[in-house]
């Protein structure tokens, strides 16, 4: 974090070493047992699913540097993206952005799941992030989308309203990167809680309202 008071960072969190580790491991098991003696009578699926294993999440954590940059004084936000060290970054003036905005989208993914008696493999588990962004409109257009799930929905219901709130946000990003207006995402908190301190410093410090429809209330 910054000492200038006006400059404000978000960072994403990394781990460069566990990921090169990771990324290593999974090379590794992908590579040895097709090069040296010794693993004839492994099942082939085994280095497989040991380097897929490994190897993504190495990738996610050796490769995922991003970071934002806000200067007040100048006035522009700087956005950087890199592997171990930036290789790329993007340039947006302050002015460009009229709202900071909360959003709530669900996501699943893959685990492995041991217990005592036995390890289940390829559990999908499905969880809420709430992103925070800096978006162009002082009436967000997402304030729109309300045909959301409900806690009464039936699992299929849940299914189809969020597949088509996926596309419309989805049409609306295309939208306004189309019009030289995109949204920036600064950060995907797991928690409510977290994007709206992310959001309330955010807005703070740029002097804009937020907009939340990240609020249990609206799921």
Same mark, same amino acid.
């Given at each position: 974090?910054?000492?200038?008071? +006006?400059? !404000?960072?978000?960072?994403? %969190? /990394?781990?460069?070493?566990?990921?090169?580790?990771?990324?290593?491991?999974?090379?590794?098991?992908?590579?040895?047992?097709?090069? @040296? @003696?010794?693993?004839?009578?492994?099942?082939?699926?085994?280095? !497989?699913?040991? *380097?897929?294993?490994?190897?993504?999440?190495?990738?996610?954590?050796?490769?995922?540097?991003?970071?934002?940059?806000?200067? &007040?004084?100048? *006035?522009?936000?700087?956005?950087?993206?890199? $592997?171990?060290?930036?290789?790329?970054?993007? %340039? &947006?003036?302050?002015?460009?952005?009229?709202t900071v905005l909360i959003c709530k989208e669900r996501q699943t993914e893959t685990r492995s799941k041991g217990t005592r008696i036995q390890t289940v493999h390829g559990e999908r588990r499905s969880f809420y992030v709430y992103p925070v962004k800096l978006v162009c409109e002082d009436d967000p257009p997402e304030k729109a989308f309300t045909d959301l799930p409900e806690q009464t929905d039936s699992?299929? %219901?849940?299914?189809?309203? $969020? /597949?088509?709130? *996926?596309?419309? =946000?989805?049409?609306?990003?295309?939208?306004?990167?189309?019009?030289?207006?995109?949204?920036?995402?600064? *950060? @995907?908190?797991? @928690?409510?809680?977290?994007?709206? #301190? =992310?959001?309330?410093?955010?807005? +703070?410090?740029?002097?804009?309202?937020?907009? +939340?429809?990240?609020? #249990?209330?609206?799921?």
């Amino acid at each position: 974090m910054s000492t200038n008071p +006006d400059i !404000l960072e978000f960072k994403n %969190e /990394r781990k460069p070493l566990v990921g090169l580790i990771l990324t290593v491991v999974g090379l590794a098991a992908l590579v040895v047992p097709n090069v @040296t @003696t010794g693993f004839e009578d492994m099942p082939a699926w085994v280095p !497989l699913i040991v *380097g897929a294993v490994c190897l993504i999440p190495g990738l996610v954590m050796l490769v995922g540097l991003k970071a934002h940059r806000i200067d &007040r004084k100048r *006035g522009t936000v700087t956005s950087v993206w890199g $592997l171990l060290v930036p290789f790329s970054s993007s %340039e &947006r003036p302050t002015g460009d952005f009229k709202t900071v905005l909360i959003c709530k989208e669900r996501q699943t993914e893959t685990r492995s799941k041991g217990t005592r008696i036995q390890t289940v493999h390829g559990e999908r588990r499905s969880f809420y992030v709430y992103p925070v962004k800096l978006v162009c409109e002082d009436d967000p257009p997402e304030k729109a989308f309300t045909d959301l799930p409900e806690q009464t929905d039936s699992a299929r %219901e849940i299914v189809v309203k $969020l /597949r088509e709130y *996926g596309v419309k =946000m989805h049409e609306l990003e295309k939208a306004r990167k189309a019009s030289g207006r995109a949204s920036l995402k600064i *950060g @995907t908190p797991r @928690t409510h809680a977290e994007a709206l #301190e =992310m959001a309330q410093k955010l807005a +703070d410090f740029l002097n804009l309202e937020v907009c +939340d429809l990240g609020q #249990e209330k609206n799921w």
